[in-house]
Nanobody
Framework: QVQLVESGGGLVQAGGSLRLSCAAS????????MAWFRQAPGKEREFVGG????????VYRDSVKGRFTISRDNAKNTVDLQMNSLKPEDTAVYYC???????????????????WGKGTLVTVSS
């Protein structure tokens, strides 16, 4: 069955860095777009960044552009999120997600994702 397992969350001071990783299994990883979402306390889940199945396309929400980098390793079935210059407003549970359709590269809404990990908590202190 499809499994997505996030790791790498933790507590970091503002301005610091964290690298999240998502280990995927149970499907043909290299044929699906992958994304990271986050949900802060009391807020709706929001898109953070996505990478196409071939890794040729990456997209980000405006607030993380230039600070976060999404990457994937199709040989290891992993997708990472490098987060630099972290801000307190980045505090959230971060979720890894798999796209609903194979070979997708332009659909990044929550409804376009079919499978989700359980999330990893990132806390940025001021």
């Amino acid at each position: 069955q499809v499994q997505l397992v996030e790791s790498g969350g933790g507590l970091v001071q503002a301005g610091g860095s964290l690298r999240l990783s998502c280990a995927a299994s149970g499907f043909a990883f290299s044929t699906y777009g992958m994304a990271w979402f986050r949900q802060a306390p009391g807020k709706e889940r929001e898109f953070v960044g996505g990478v196409s199945w071939s890794a040729s396309i990456t997209v980000y929400r405006d607030s993380v552009k230039g600070r976060f980098t999404i990457s994937r390793d199709n040989a290891k079935n992993t997708v990472d999120l490098q987060m630099n210059s972290l801000k307190p407003e980045d505090t959230a549970v971060y979720y890894c997600a798999r796209s609903r359709s194979r070979f997708s590269s332009d659909k990044w809404y929550s409804s376009d994702m079919e499978y989700w990990g359980k999330g990893t908590l990132v806390t940025v202190s001021s």
